[in-house]
């Protein structure tokens, strides 16, 4: 038994590793970067990045193809009345697909990086912000909370709009961060709504609490805009919406072809599988809520259709590669949304 808790204690520390390694990347080449120079910062975030990677495949054989999943609870973080927040970690299946693909894609990124900007005098600041970007979207995806997932797809928003306007001195650069910067808090606006709705039916914001309480909540009726509707139908428009500005559906796309205007390695980690997805991420994490409301799933579908067939025709008739590539990238998107 002794050694069933202490392998367990060890599990949870490699975990935790896993999602604290790119702030760490962070951390050293902010504060050291001057001292160990560019090509050093760029080998440190991607040796630790590599080993986060590593550490993702043994999360994705426990728990993805083991079926072993893990809960954590960290530490607290705020309390105030009936709520609260504590810092705490979720991987289940869904994590550990996530978690893979994140990290592969960033630690590749990462690595290019190194060689395709390596005249620039601003490359430890660019790999820097990387692994903070990085940082976040882990964050976002072990979450076991939504207070918490907030946090992450805050700080994705941030780190994009820092990587996209890297070249201080390109105006389309800058004009094209404050255009995604924009259009992403629209999307948070709604997110942020369909969160305080949850809490308000729930009186918590827990996901193992939220869904057990899922299908009681199927019953329930929400005042809002001074009609009642049906609570969960509200909730899941509401995060669907969320999901549209910072998943680049329809309506909302329009900042992620501009999102071309940062470097190259940006446009490749925000059109992959990082930034775009972390709206289709929450839809995936709520299925449990999307479940009990029929109709919202018709809305997705049609949001998914429509953006799939308005991106894939209008990347037809872009004359830019990295164009192209974008409103393929929102076509794709759509395609999952379908899904």
Known sequence: MLAKALFEVERKRMYVLLVCLPLMGFVFSSLFGRYIGARGAGLLTTTLLALSTLLSSIVFYEVGLCGSSCAIHLSPWFYCEILDISWGF????????????????????????????????????????????TF???????????????????????SSYLLISFWLGRLQANKASIKAFLFNRVGDAFLALGIISVFALCKTSNFAVLFALSESLSCKQFLFLGN????????????????????????????????????????????????????????ARCSPLFEQAPSVLLLISGFGTLTAFFAATSSIVQ?????????????????????
């Open 90 to 133: 979720l991987f289940d299946s869904l994590t550990a697909v996530m978690l893979v693909v994140v990290n592969s894609v960033s630690v590749l990124v990462h690595l290019y990086s190194i060689a395709y900007i390596s005249e620039d005098q601003h490359l430890t600041r660019f790999i820097a912000y990387l692994s903070l970007f």
């Open 319 to 339: 004359n830019d590669l990295k164009r192209v590539i974008a409103y393929s990238t929102c076509s794709q998107l759509g395609i999952i949304v379908f899904g």
């Open 228 to 283: 009642n509707y049906h609570a969960v139908s509200v909730v899941c428009v509401l995060l669907l919406f969320g999901a549209v500005g910072k998943s680049a559906q329809l309506g909302l796309h329009v900042w992620l072809p501009d999102a071309i205007e940062g470097p190259t390695p940006v446009s490749a980690l925000i059109h992959a599988a990082t930034l775009v997805t972390a709206g289709v991420f929450i839809i």
């Open 136 to 158: 976040f979207i882990l964050v976002l995806v072990t979450s076991n909370n939504f207070i918490q997932i907030f946090f992450g797809w805050e700080g994705i928003g941030v």
